[in-house]
């Protein structure tokens, strides 16, 4: 009995920490067979999409079937053709697979159609979003296990496929300097891509963007090489650089043809940063672990990351009050199938346009056996950090790498990443002293460290069964006398999907009681875990630590305000009704700073 227990625990846990299956993963696309039945029947309408410039539109697709059964159900394919290509097996020895890609998305036939069963008739009102290629729907039997495929659409498209889509702002590297990347079909054989961009009701100006793409010989194994790659298209970044502090500004993406005509995306806008120290008010959102969400109900199995939803609508809602936003990890949990980047960046695409959309790493990104990631699991699905890297720009080195520091007027992050060795003696341990070391703190006093894993302290269940820790081992052996020595605010984390505040804590006991208000000198670091942006959540060990101060099993994000040098605001919020339901207040002045508590000051002397 207590074995049973135990490995179910185990199992849940595992499950809980990989944010729940790939719903595309569920279908072994694989084993399909092509069964044709010349009584069934699929079509969609309208065929041509996105008439009014838009990058997202509705099909109603309408089905039959003579002999239904429960576990029927719709792919939706892009490109239309998904049945005539040639792959190899990921194996040897293995049989060629007959259909070579899995669908973007899926829904069971009898999804809101409760007369299916005896009708064999149906239909379902699907969203699309522009991916660079056409459509087509496709009704099989045999439910997910052993699909075969009955009955294939017309083809659906938008009215310009390779528009430019989804852009997506980021930091430069100098606080003056504005990223936007985007994505569209265009290869620079094609066209020649820019931002047109100015002042708001100023002279606009032209800025030449880089281009990038991947190959499905960059991807390091299945099902990213295989039934889940899908051709990324163009990834375009143009740097806009001498901003004015605070100042607003309009742009736009366009591609010049060859024949000279241009391809044109609507109008965005965005607030330039503030100089580093400016004593003004500057709002930031943090969280983890979001990853994506269908709304028109597809693609859920088991409620799979449908709160992401919640969590992007509360940010959209507050967004005239949020100046950047921080994704620590486990970003779209595409997991190897490609086509979900375009499902994640079409859903925070009115968050990334608008604001700084900073990311970090996670193991949904990166990890992958023998291909360098400090864990050899597989839990990016063979990407191997490719698709993020190239996706979403960040102000690093080395972006492969994925660690970097960025500023925001009285705030410094040090964003690290837990998927490269961060030990000391490690380059990147290096980097981590050296950001908490360079910032000063009389102009940016709020010091902020970022991680997906977490290094810090988390009371979760997964640590407590897979690792008998509170954390990553050698997590914080390695850290926290920087984090004490350099008094950093916040040490924030993800990766467990939930809420949790500790007391100021070094070397596992509170310094200080935990409080909704401090002030005075720096004492120790209180760590956050918030991983609870939209996958399924995490659950914590049934013993409360003595230094866990606040936690709450639900989806939620923190935001930062910092009035001023002096005074900062700290609060979680609920992604169901973006209410606030924890929060502190940290006042001091820079003596305060300065002023010395456990292992941060320098020895002194007698000598005069």
Same mark, same amino acid.
């Given at each position: ?329 486990? +970003? &779209? ?7 979900? =980047?375009?499902? /994640?960046? $079409? ?5 990334? %346009? ?81 950001? +908490? &070391? ?7 006093? =709020?010091?902020? /460290?970022? $991680? ?5 302290? %988390? ?150």
């Amino acid at each position: 009995m207590v074995a049973t227990l135990w490995v179910s625990l185990v199992l849940g846990s595992l499950a809980v920490l990989r944010g729940g299956e790939q719903p595309l993963s569920r279908i072994a696309i694989e084993r399909a067979t092509v069964a044709i039945v010349d009584s069934a029947s699929i079509k969609a309408h309208p065929t041509v999409l996105g008439l009014k410039g838009q990058s997202s539109d509705w099909v109603v697709v309408e089905f039959s079937y003579l002999n239904p059964r429960n576990d029927d159900w719709i792919g939706v394919f892009s490109p239309s053709g998904f049945s005539s290509g040639i792959c190899q097996p990921e194996n040897y020895g293995d049989l060629p697979p007959l259909l070579c890609t899995a669908p973007i998305k899926f829904q069971f036939a009898n999804f809101k159609n409760d007369g299916y069963n005896k009708s064999g008739k149906g239909s379902l009102r699907l969203q699309l979003i522009n991916q660079r290629a056409d459509f087509a729907f496709a009704l099989f039997s045999g439910g997910l296990s052993t699909p075969k495929l009955i009955a294939v659409s017309d083809e659906v498209s938008f009215e310009n496929p390779k528009a430019p889509v989804y852009p997506r702002l980021a930091q430069g590297k100098s606080w003056n300097e504005m990223t936007v990347t985007w994505t569209s079909g265009y290869s620079i054989k094609e066209a020649v891509s820019f931002v047109e961009w100015g002042p708001k009701g100023g002279d606009q100006t032209l800025s030449s963007a880089g281009t990038l793409t991947f190959g499905r010989n960059s991807m390091c194994g299945s099902p990213a090489r295989t039934v889940g790659w899908r051709d990324p298209g163009y990834i375009h970044t143009s740097f806009l650089k001498e901003l004015w502090p605070d100042a607003l500004y309009t742009y736009r993406l366009g591609h010049r043809l060859l024949d000279g005509s241009h391809i044109w995306s609507k109008f965005y806008s965005f607030r330039a940063s503030p100089y580093p120290g400016q004593d003004s008010l500057q709002q930031v959102v943090i969280f983890g672990d979001m990853g994506k969400a269908e709304i028109d109900g597809s693609d859920e199995y088991g409620n799979y990351e449908q709160a992401s939803l919640s969590t992007t609508k509360q940010i959209i809602k507050d967004l005239e009050n949020i100046d950047m936003v921080i994704h620590i990890g486990d +970003l &779209s949990y595409a997991n190897g199938y490609l086509s979900q =980047w375009d499902q /994640f960046t $079409a859903q925070i695409e009115p968050i990334a %346009s608008t604001v700084p959309y900073m990311i970090g790493s996670g193991n949904h990104e990166r990890d992958w056996p023998d291909t360098g990631s400090f864990y050899g699991y597989n839990d990016s699905g063979g990407e191997c950090g490719v698709p993020a890297q190239t996706m979403f720009y960040v102000p690093a080195e080395n972006r492969a790498k994925f660690w970097y520091s960025t500023d925001y007027g009285m705030f410094r992050f040090c964003i690290a990443h837990t998927e490269e060795d961060w030990r000391p003696g490690t380059e990147q341990y290096k980097f981590i002293e050296h950001c +908490l &070391s360079s910032v000063d703190r009389q102009k940016q006093p =709020w010091l902020i /460290f970022l $991680a997906h894993r977490v290094l810090g302290y %988390s009371s979760a269940s997964w640590y407590e069964i897979m690792m008998g820790s509170y954390g990553e081992p050698m997590g914080r052996e390695g850290l926290q006398e920087l984090w004490q020595k350099y008094k950093v605010d916040l040490a924030v984390f993800g990766h467990i999907h939930s809420y949790e505040r500790t007391c100021p804590i070094y070397q596992n006991r509170c310094v200080q009681d935990g409080s909704h208000h401090y002030s005075g000198r720096f004492n120790a670091t209180t760590h956050v875990v918030i991983g609870g942006g939209g996958a399924s959540l995490s659950p914590f060990r049934t013993t409360v630590p003595p230094w866990s101060f606040f936690r709450d099993f639900d989806f939620g994000f923190v935001k930062l305000t910092a009035f001023n040098n002096s005074f900062m605001l700290f609060e979680y919020k609920k992604s169901s009704d973006g209410e606030v339901y924890d929060h502190f207040t940290v006042s001091r002045d820079y003596r305060d700073i300065l002023a010395c508590s456990i292992d941060n000051c320098p020895k002194t002397t007698l000598a005069v």
